[in-house]
Structure formats: C-alpha cells, structure tokens
C-alpha cells in the first residue's frame, strides 16, 4: 500500500501569512487506482478509493465519498474541503509540466 501527501498551501489574506498542511491519502484497496486532478480556478479533485489523515494520523469521516474536493485557495469555511468560496476569487490555470530532475545529496 502506498501513501501519497500533498501539501496544500493557504494565503491567508488577513495576516498575509502562508499556511501549509499535509494530508495523507491512503487507497483503502488495491482495486481502484487514485485519481488526483488539479482543477482550473478551483480545487483539487480527488477520486477513487482513498482516505485522508492528518498530520497526526486521524482519519477524517467521509461518509463513503469516492470524490471529493480539496481547498487550493484558503478561502472555504471547511478545510481542507473545497466548499465553492474560491468561485471569483482564485485563478490558477491547471497545466502539467515536467519537474526539474530530482536533487541528489
């Protein structure tokens, strides 16, 4: 079982200060692979079977969900969740690009 975290950063326009959390996304089988999209103007989507931790290991409750949103922008009232409050007020547009080879110590 693998175990993928991503890091999700929040401007926080009240104390211009940058926020960053892990979460962890664990797939619950092997059966369906795990799908990470990174919307335009919006938030992460992410499907397929997972679950989600926190930066201690509790797992958060997603009541059987196999999609759901993650907040980009720092704006909703349930984050990590996306709840619809970057709609006007976040743009980023989604295009895949290649990494810079990975540092070697």
Known sequence: MFKLAIACAYYLKQSRKIRQETLFLKPKTNKM??????NNNGSIKVEGE????DRSGNTYDLAGREVIGLCR????KNKPFCD??????????ATAFAL????TV
Request: with cysteine; charged share 20%; glycine share 10%.
């Open 33 to 38: 692979a795990t799908k990470i999209t990174i």
């Open 100 to 103: 810079p080879p990975k540092k």
């Open 50 to 53: 997972f679950t989600i931790e």
């Open 84 to 93: 619809g409050a970057h709609n006007g007020n976040f743009t980023h547009e």
């Open 73 to 76: 922008c720092g704006l909703s």
